[in-house]
């Protein structure tokens, strides 16, 4: 099979032939529909991981997290799954010869869920990462309903799927993007919008007294976007190391996703009913991944850049 991958030390990706693997027990073989180029694989790909400590030096690294396909093996074990079933999953372990940028992928069975037959494999790569994470920093923010919420780079991958769930839970969402996305981002569901810039927090300050309940910082803006906090509210940050110190008594975290089948079901469950938008940029053909890791790197996308075999 073919296989998007990074070399120690190259900072390019290559198109590579392997075996494909079998699963092993508790696993499930998905036969790869689409795959999605995130940001994060920009990050192996330049040496990140090893660099910051998460992983161990190794030759190859595989990439990509998200998927979206059909079932074409299944290992001993495992339950509620059956070959030809439409899923999708989340491979979230950095330390893999072969990602979710494969014409075939092995993940665990609890990182994989049903794919609704009316969700387009190729909308659907685009869920599973970017939604588990904006769907669990919502979590541990623990914000209800009529509390409000900052969400910075609401626009973005994550920011959108949090403007959207948030708005579902009744949850007063002031979003932050740039100017030109406030149409976009008031139609998943932000009450109120503030353009990105110098000032920010007293901006958002000026609009909610006080300042907001909670914030979920997907934009990496960390001390601006906590002075906009209230005392003793809760902060969430999105990308790894960009946790400012919990300053008046605000609850600091920092998401690092998991895969959760039932999360990754009620997500694909919402987006194939309507209630949850994903949004693709671009597909290019695994021929082409350096093109598309190349559109990703260059920015200014409003979705997701999909691989499809």
Known sequence: MRAVVARAGASVVEVVDGPVCEPGP????????AATVNPVDLMVVEGAPVRFGLVREREVFGLGWDVA?????????VAGFAVG???????????VRTGALAEFVVLDADAVAPRPVDLDPVAAATIPLN???????????????????????????????????AAA???RVVAVAGAADEASVRDLGASR????GADLADRIRALVPGGVDAALDAAMLGPDALDAVRAGGAFVAVNAGAAPPGLRGIRVHQVWVRADATQLAELATAAGKGELTPRVARTFPFADAARAFAAVAEGGLRGRVVLVP
Do not use: H, K, Y
């Not at 396909?69 to 074990?77: F, S, T, Y």
């Not at 919008?193 to 990105?196: A, E, I």
């Open 26 to 33: 508790g696993r499930v073989r998905i036969r790869v529909a």
């Open 169 to 171: 839970r009744g949850i």
């Open 69 to 77: 396909g059909e079932v074409d093996a299944v290992g001993a074990g």
């Open 131 to 165: 939604g588990s994470t904006a769907r669990q920093g919502l979590d541990l923010l623990g914000s209800a309903a009529g509390d409000t919420l900052l969400v910075t780079g609401a626009a973005g991958g994550v920011g959108a799927f949090a403007v959207e769930l």
């Open 193 to 196: 919008f503030v353009p990105r």
């Open 85 to 95: 079933d439409a899923v999708l999953g989340l491979r979230d372990r950095l330390d």
